[in-house]
């Protein structure tokens, strides 16, 4: 099991981003950006898919032993993020959102 919620289990597509750390641009004092770049990919993934009136869920708390067992691509390859992908039901509650300020560091 990759991830147990219903919204990932009954979701008519998953999407997960995977990175090849051996093949990674690193960085001179040895930071592998990997996972930088996998990130990348879902981002620009869920903006699309929201953009085109879709619904998403980002997922980094997925059993990672599982998803490279189930998935099979190989020990080169690491899971990085899931997300479903789908047409959401509609949300009855209103966002809470932080303050720019709450976020934003201004130096
Ligand atoms: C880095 C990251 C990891 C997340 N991992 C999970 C996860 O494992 N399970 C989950 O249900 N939601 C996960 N989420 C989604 C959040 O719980 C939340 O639903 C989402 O960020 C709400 O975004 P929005 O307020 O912009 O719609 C994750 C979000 C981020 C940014």
Redesign the pocket.
């Known amino acids: 099991m990759i991830?147990p919620?219903l919204?990932?289990t009954q979701a008519p597509i998953v999407l997960g981003i995977f990175s090849i750390p051996g093949e990674s641009w690193v960085r001179k004092d040895g930071r592998n950006y990997g996972d930088v770049d996998a990130?990348i990919v879902m981002d620009h993934i869920v903006m699309e898919a929201t953009a085109l009136g879709l619904g998403t869920?980002?997922?980094?708390?997925?059993d990672s032993i599982a998803a490279s067992e189930i998935i099979g691509l190989g020990k080169d390859f690491e899971p990085i993020?899931f997300t479903p992908i789908g047409y959401a039901e509609p949300k009855d509650f209103k966002?809470v959102?932080k303050t720019l300020e709450e976020i934003v560091v201004y130096l």
């Open positions: 991830y919620s919204f990932f990130v869920c980002w997922i980094a708390n997925f993020a966002k959102r």
